[in-house]
Every structure is written in C-alpha cells, then in structure tokens.
C-alpha cells in the first residue's frame, strides 16, 4: 500500500497507470525525490485523499479495508470531475483517432472495422449522458447535501429533493456502461478476422483496457466512498429537519 | 487431474461453521478455503481466494451490500449456495437459487450437494465450447435484427422462456452482452449481411 512517506516517483514505477491520475490532480512530473507528502503539499493537494485515489486504483480492495474521513465531498466531486474531462477531451478522442488509423491500414476487413468504430460512437455516447447525468443532477445535489450537513442550513429545495430523490435511489440507478466495453475488447480480440495491421489494433485494445479500467476505478470512487458519505449526511439532515421521504422503500 | 472445487463458509454460529465444513471437507474434490463470520472479511476472501461457490446464511446475506456482493460474485464467478431454515424462513426461491436447508438429514444435503456442484461443473463445460448450435445461430440472426423476444419465439414457434434460455446460452459462449454486440458478431460471422441489418 502507498503511505505518504513514500517517494512519489516510486508510485509511478509500481503503477504506471497513476500518471493520468496523478495530472488529474494538477501535479506535473519532475518532482525528484519528494515524498508523496511533500509533492501534495506543493500542489495542495489533500495527501489523504490523494493516497485513496492512488491505492484504491492499486489495490482491489482497498476501499473494503479503509475509513475515509479525512476530505470533503467537494474535493471527491472535483477529482470526479476531472475525472469526466479526462475522458471526454482526451481517452475518448484517443480511441476514436486509433480507430479511424485502424481503418485507414487495413487493406480486408474495413468494413468491419467501420462497424466497431460506429459501436463506440454508441459506447461514447451512452458514456456521456451518463456524464451529464452526474455533473447535472448528482454532484449538484451532494454538494448541496453537504452544505446543509456543515452549516446545520437546509434550503426549501433541497428538502423537497430530498423527499424526492436520496443517494440510495442515485445507487439504484447508476447503471452499468461498462458492458459494451468489454463486447467492443472481445469483438477484437476474438470475432474481428484478422487484420493486416497489428499496431493500431493492438494499441486500440490498450486504450480500451485502460479505459475500462479507469471507469471502474471511478465508479468505485462514487460508489464506495462519495455514496456512503452521503448517505450518513443524509440521514442525519432527514432526522434533524424531521424530512419524510416520499416514496416507500420496498425493502 | 481436476483442481478441487474451492468453498467459503460464511455463518454467524461457529458450530454451523464447524459442520458444514466437516461435511463438505467429505467431499475429496472438495476444499474449504476460508470460514468467516462477517462482511468484511467475505469480501476480501471472495475477491482474493475467487471460490467456486460461497455458502452462507440466508440472514446473514440479506444484511450484506448485495449489489456490490453481487457484482463481486458475478465478477470472481463464484456461485452462491444459500443456507436456510425451511421452518422459520418464509422464503420463495427461484429455479436458479441454490440452496441447503438446515434441517435436512446428512444424506440429503450430500446430495444437494452433489447436484449442485454437477450442475456447475456441467455449465463449466458447455461454455468452454463456443460454437453455437444451429438453433442458436437462428435465434441470435433474430436478435441482431433487433427482433423482441417476443417476436423471436413467434418467428422460431418456441416459447419466449426458450428464447431467453438461447439468448443466455448465446451470451455466455460469446462473451458478448449487449444487443449491438451481438449484431456485429453477426456481421463477423456471415450470419447476417450488413444490408439486413440496417432495415
């Protein structure tokens, strides 16, 4: 596990996959031999909830094993947040641009590689509704929720959304986007016949894991540790105001 | 030589735990690789030990996260056998549920057992061979049309829960869940042509 005395540049060489992570956070390479600590602080960064991120990307069942306390929701959100962009402005673009080389070194099967490339166009477009569907309505809604939790406030709106919509009904509905992912690997990996060009449809295939990955890891994050969080907010905002949920769970 | 199938045991009582691992442990392809008494720890075993199958109480995975459990399950594909009290817990289950009940007698929860585990290492089997049958290939030329399930079974003259059996069978032998996946799969392999699909 990664504690804040390490070197960060070790965390890179144990996980090279923290690097888009780590320029998620705003911190550029070339930090010597600093700690993790020192880096942070630099950047002011939380340390805390930089390591959360940077385990929990590491480690598979971290978030099972550790309390997270020490950083708000508004920092989760703006990691999530970043997280988006990371997606729309650059690995989306990646895959979409390997795609189309694909196609263009491809003497037989251009055809087929038109078909999967109109399939991500429907992967991407799935993942950005999801997309604005959180940074609409959900990131809104939690960081108004821990407002209320801090400053013992609670606007007339947001009581009534709360009767409406909790983050119990935002688990419910987070839906898989995952699934045609891991159809799109397997259609080229396994079905797609093969191609006369290896490079690009080897390094769309890695874009496509790390992408995979990095969703996954991001659901985690929102599942794991921004939803419980919530939860207990909410909880205490439904007793302390005397909020009565409107819909009955069947539970 | 087959590798023994992996069991967790997951029950609050010690003394249940002690006799479901006596009677698997019966068993010689069988091998209890943990016994736990609480979330926590299911967890991490699930996901570092990927069991064959969990055993656990009906109450006591009512009270787990079960949508992350499921997923994990799903994930580690380990399948779950649930123990229950026939007596007190007023229970419904489905065809696909597996489970034990606590009151049975030695030889019937052996047997249970044994369906079980055959059942599974029969799914094991078929899953390895990913050629779809004919009947297979006609259900699946359907859905990529972007035919229902409904309309599948009228066209074929089968029922739908036939259809939906084919369509889980089609999945698990391609690895390909989603509808357009299994449409361009399709086009891959000739079962249809790019022109029908369009329509």
């Known amino acids: ?28 390479l070339g930090f010597g031999d ?3 600590e020192e880096v942070c602080n630099d950047y002011k960064v939380n340390t805390y909830f930089f390591l959360d991120i940077v385990n929990s990307c590491s480690y598979e069942s971290y978030f099972t094993d550790v309390q997270h306390k020490h950083f708000s929701i508004v920092s989760i959100v703006s990691y999530l947040r970043k997280t ?3 997606y729309n402005d650059q690995i989306v673009p990646e ?35 999801h997309i604005k569907r959180e940074e609409d309505i959900v990131y809104p809604y939690v960081l108004d929720i821990e407002k209320a939790y801090e400053t013992k406030k609670i606007s007339k709106e947001l009581t009534e959304q709360m009767k409406n919509y ?17 159809d799109l690997k397997n259609l080229i990996i396994k079905y797609l016949p093969p191609t006369s060009d290896f490079k690009y449809r080897n390094k769309v295939l890695v874009k496509l894991f790390q992408l995979e990955k990095d969703v996954n890891d ?10 419980p969080k919530i939860f207990d907010m909410e909880n205490f905002l439904f007793s302390h105001f005397s909020i009565v949920k409107l819909n009955i769970d069947d539970e | 030589m087959m590798s023994k199938l992996k069991f967790i045991i997951a029950d609050k009582s010690f003394l249940v735990r002690r006799g479901l691992v006596c009677t698997i442990e019966e068993f010689e392809s069988f091998e209890v690789v943990r016994e736990l008494d609480n979330e926590k720890s299911l967890f991490k075993a699930i996901a570092k030990l990927s069991p064959d199958f969990v055993i656990i109480n009906l109450n006591f995975y009512k009270s787990l996260r079960l949508k992350e459990f499921n997923s994990l399950t799903k994930k580690n594909k380990t399948k779950i056998i649930k123990l229950i009290d026939k007596n007190k817990d007023d229970v419904f289950f489905n065809e696909t549920d597996y489970y034990i009940d606590i009151n049975d007698s030695k030889s019937n929860i052996i047997n249970q057992i044994k369906d079980i585990t055959e059942q599974f290492l029969k799914s094991e089997k078929t899953s390895k061979n990913s050629i779809l049958s004919n009947r297979e290939k006609d259900v699946l030329r359907h859905i990529a049309l972007g035919l229902t399930n409904k309309e599948v079974a009228d066209k074929l003259f089968i029922s739908i829960h036939t259809v939906v059996s084919h369509r889980k069978n089609i999945t698990k032998k391609l690895d390909i869940h989603t509808v357009s996946g299994l449409t361009i799969y399709a086009i891959l392999n000739k079962i249809i042509d790019i022109e029908s699909s369009k329509s």
């Open chain 1, 84 to 86: 988006h962009k990371f």
């Open chain 1, 95 to 129: 895959i979409q641009c390997l795609i189309t080389n694909l196609y263009q070194n491809c003497f037989q099967q251009k055809d087929n590689v038109k078909l999967l490339f109109n399939f991500f166009e429907e992967y991407k477009n799935e993942l950005l509704i």
């Open chain 1, 34 to 36: 600093k700690s993790v």
């Open chain 1, 166 to 182: 909790s983050i119990k009904d935002y688990l419910n509905e987070h839906s898989d986007i995952e699934e045609k992912l891991l």
């Open chain 1, 218 to 227: 991001h659901s985690s994050i929102e599942e794991k540790v921004m939803a």
């Open chain 1, 1 to 28: 596990m990664f504690t804040k005395d390490m070197k960060m540049a070790d965390l890179i060489h144990k996980n090279y996959l923290l690097l888009s992570i780590i320029s998620r956070f705003g911190i550029p």
